[in-house]
């Protein structure tokens, strides 16, 4: 019965291990012509790896249904169903490769096509398939191997029992489990049994796991550091000085960015532009937006008139930068500084500052407070507007 088991075995695992070699083989050297896997090293490399792989699991296999076969019937029963569960995974291990395999043959091309990676000459999706085989492969044998470690134990517990010296000992994961947790075994219970029983729920006087008390010395130590270094000896930042510092370096990271991208300007730094192209700038962005209420030309429709010296709202270059900015929402002036940049609203407001004194067709009644120049001499404003009209 042995002999014929392990036949049918060994037929059944040399079957695998060519259908594992020959099938990727198969499906793969089907490709298009010039771009077969079995040309490239690195499959060729790859795929001994998996039929080595699968001689081990073959091995790994026949020992285990070796070593099973000591056992009782039940365990016969056990270990069928493990050889069943062997053999499904390996089979499913076959259908991924042969799955795989058939995906990069059908898309070979299109792969071309497309321009997709390679590694080593090797497409990504073959590749990849072959590892994800060899992974497959890799964890059959680890579990195989536990398994068969797992069995001999047993075996040697059971053949050898405690009064011949060989009693199972206890795994390493067993005992530190056991030794971190402070388990008491149930013949030491009646040593902590305080007397409290209720629904057949006893009171036991255990001591707190090593692993609580060992994470609770610890907490105070961190505290006790932490106390030091952030209190006392103020060697590092409290949280509401980190976010203060924090907030000042993105407030610099901000103003370099604009500044890089010239939109560091504002109502307090403006300047007026004189430079033809920011004012021709300007002019486009005025009858793009501007127009509509002002007039082309200036002279005031809803709005005011921009041309002459009155101003509700401040008359120098920063006042109107300012009133672009922000708008004025109680008088129907929207806000434009999410619309524009601020290079942009300085260009805006320098044309405007241009226009002053300018001849209009049909322009408004004055609006708001006369508004003079602080500069003596001829202002800047009315120097711009001459050299517009020059232009």
């Known amino acids: 019965m042995r002999k014929l088991l392990n ?4 037929k059944r695992m040399a079957a695998f291990c060519v259908a594992a070699v020959a099938t990727p083989l198969n499906v793969w050297a089907a490709a298009t012509p010039g771009q077969s896997v079995l040309q490239n090293p690195l499959a060729i490399t790859l795929l001994v790896v998996i039929g080595i792989l699968l001689l081990a699991i073959a091995l790994l296999a026949h020992v285990v249904i070796g070593a099973a076969q000591i056992k009782t019937e039940r365990v016969k029963k056990e270990r069928a169903a493990a050889a069943a569960k062997i053999t499904t995974t390996v089979i499913l291990c076959l259908v991924t490769s042969l799955v795989m395999g058939q995906g990069d043959t059908t898309s070979a091309s299109a792969a071309v096509a497309v321009g997709d990676s390679t590694i080593s000459g090797l497409s990504g999706s073959a590749f990849y398939a072959l590892i994800a ?3 497959i492969e890799l964890v059959i044998i680890i579990w195989m191997t536990l398994f068969l470690r797992t069995l001999i134990a047993r075996e040697k517990s059971a053949m050898f029992p405690a009064a011949k010296g060989y009693a199972a000992q206890p795994s390493s994961f067993s005992k530190w489990w056991q030794k ?14 305080l007397g409290h029983d209720y629904d057949n729920i006893r009171e036991l006087d255990n001591k707190l796991p090593p692993w609580w008390l060992y994470g ?3 907490t105070i130590i961190f505290a006790g550091i932490y106390l030091w270094r952030y209190h006392v000896a103020h060697t590092a930042p409290l949280s509401l000085e980190e976010l203060a510092i924090s907030n000042q370096k993105a407030e610099e990271e901000i103003a370099n960015n604009l500044k890089k991208s010239g939109n560091a300007i504002d109502e307090n730094n403006v300047t ?3 430079a033809a192209a920011d004012i021709d700038a300007g002019k486009q962005i005025f009858t793009r937006t501007c127009a509509a209420c002002h007039a082309a030309d200036g ?3 809803v709005g005011p008139n921009l041309t002459d010296e009155y101003w509700l709202h401040g008359g120098t270059v920063k006042d109107v930068f300012k009133t672009i900015k922000y708008g004025v929402p109680e008088k129907g002036m929207q806000s434009w500084k999410g619309s524009f940049s601020a290079k942009e609203i300085a260009q805006l407001a320098s044309f405007i500052k241009s226009i002053k004194g300018s001849k209009v067709a049909n322009p408004k009644e004055p609006q708001g407070d006369l508004f003079k120049e602080d500069q003596p001499g001829k202002p800047d404003s009315t120097r711009l507007a001459a050299a517009v009209q020059q232009q």
């Open 133 to 135: 085989v060899i992974a």
């Open 299 to 301: 002279g005031g429709i």
């Open 216 to 218: 609770f010395y610890i």
């Open 7 to 10: 036949n049918r075995w060994n």
């Open 272 to 274: 007026l532009l004189t």
């Open 180 to 193: 971190i947790n402070s388990f008491r075994s149930i013949s030491e219970e009646k040593d902590i049994d």
